[in-house]
């Protein structure tokens, strides 16, 4: 059965009130600080219900209230493919065969599933572009209604999918870092803001990926590579993995490595140099536009994460991009940029990781401009 009342253990990481039991705030109304689960659903295997589809499977971990419908497009149980890489065979996990051609549409789900048990009919969102098109899909399907702020940098495809769900885009001119801003003044005039940086709502959703990796396997990775802006996806996985260790499902953790585009790296520059590479990361233009991210939201747990579990961040130089695109799409993925970034931080570290190594292939080429 799910947990009786998930919300009780999601409490603001800075005041530690408990989330509302009305609205849907992305700050806490307390203190501005932000939301985070302060129990993480535990993975039972018992409770596992194979019949559901996807991520559908894990109901009981993903903190939903009980109310809380079951929203899917179909989303999760994507393919695990074994290729020769760098002359070792690596498993690619094709998260671009998601419904909306990426692995945000795990953490859509939930999201949004959780915004309807709330009683809501509007809201607003920020991104880049993969974000924004799972929202306004899975906000489609809800009868929410739905505008999403988009860099003017982000993809025409991109843009063309979210309008094709019905959602409006407003275009914002400047960096990623403007839409941001315009989301929140959106919010100040009484917009609900579903934030898939700030909600933690999203998190379980994506913490399914994990519980694919280790039922397709049979056991844990022994690494797992992965792109990084927010980092929820890689806080979310490490989650994942120890609720797993937890309940005995598997015997040790995997290895993260996180990938941010060198254009745009605070978290690498953080874990390479300290507080001092904070001063010196900027927020430039970089053809991964999907972790062109300058301050990420939960950047302290992502880094607590990355500790805990032995992880490594690495940064790819922009001119190592679009090659690695094309190696990944000869061995038959066709990615965008932001994915194809994880190609060049294989080869550097495909002999220093334990086996067997799983590369995370996070959104489809369709989407991409270049």
Known sequence: ?????????????????PYPEQGVPHRCPACGGLFDFAEIPAFDPAQVEKDQPGVWRYRHALGLPTDAPQL????????????TAFGREVAFKLEFLNPTGSYKDRGAATLVSFLLSRGVQAAVEDSSGNAGAAFAAYAAVAAIRAKV????????PKRRQIKAYGAEVVRILGPRSNAAQAVLRAVEQGEV??????LPHV???YATLAY??????????????????????LLSIGRGFESLLRSQQIERLPRLVGVQAMACAPL?????????????????????EGV?????ARGDAVMQMIARQQGILTAVEEADILPGRGELARLGFYIEPTSAIVWNALGQLIDQLPQPIVVVLTGSGLKASA
């Open 1 to 17: 059965m799910p947990l009786s009342n998930p919300l009780s253990v999601i409490r603001c990481t800075n005041c530690r009130h």
């Open 72 to 83: 899917t497009l179909g989303e999760g149980n994507t393919p695990l493919v074994w290729r």
């Open 149 to 156: 702020f988009a860099p003017d940098s982000a993809s025409a």
């Open 193 to 198: 803001y579903a934030s898939h940086a700030y």
């Open 203 to 205: 998190l379980p959703g």
């Open 212 to 233: 694919e990796l280790v039922e397709q396997l049979g056991a844990a990775p022994g690494a797992v590579i992965l792109p990084v802006g927010q980092g929820n996806l």
């Open 268 to 288: 690498w520059a953080l874990y390479r140099y300290g507080a001092a590479g904070l001063a010196w990361a900027a927020e430039g233009e970089t053809l991964a």
């Open 292 to 296: 062109r991210v300058r301050h990420p």
